[in-house]
């Protein structure tokens, strides 16, 4: 059974920086992308960024480019997300989750699983 932990949500002011983590057991995650999902309340959840099984390519939302970094290690079963230049419109619950197939990168929140409980990110303004 998929298990995944994210921490590292916390509350910061516009234009501060967070790092958040992901750890993953129940299964050999080196062949599975890996993705960060947020929903804001009232809102959808919605892609964030994902990373292939190599770590070798990498899809982002248009809103997070150029501030949002994803990276893993497979060695330790753990993808982390570090955010810069954050802004209030980032408010939202982050949680990571584990592609159902191996080797396919997408950003359809649907072809994921093992939702974790989630991270709140809060930024002030």
């Known amino acids: 059974q998929v298990q995944l932990v994210e921490s590292g949500g916390g509350l910061v002011q516009a234009g501060g920086s967070l790092r958040l983590s992901c750890a993953a057991s129940g299964r050999t995650f080196s062949s599975y992308a890996m993705g960060w999902f947020r929903q804001a309340p009232g809102k959808e959840r919605e892609f964030v960024v994902a990373i292939s099984w190599s770590g070798g390519t990498t899809y982002y939302a248009d809103s997070v480019k150029g501030r949002f970094t994803i990276s893993r290690d497979n060695a330790k079963n753990t993808v982390s997300l570090q955010m810069n230049s954050l802004k209030p419109e980032d408010t939202a619950v982050y949680y990571c989750?584990?592609?159902?197939?191996?080797?396919?990168?997408?950003?359809?929140?649907?072809?994921?699983?093992?939702w974790g409980q989630g991270t709140q990110v809060t930024v002030s303004s």
């Open positions: 989750a584990v592609a159902r197939r191996p080797f396919d990168i997408t950003k359809a929140t649907s072809r994921y699983d093992g």
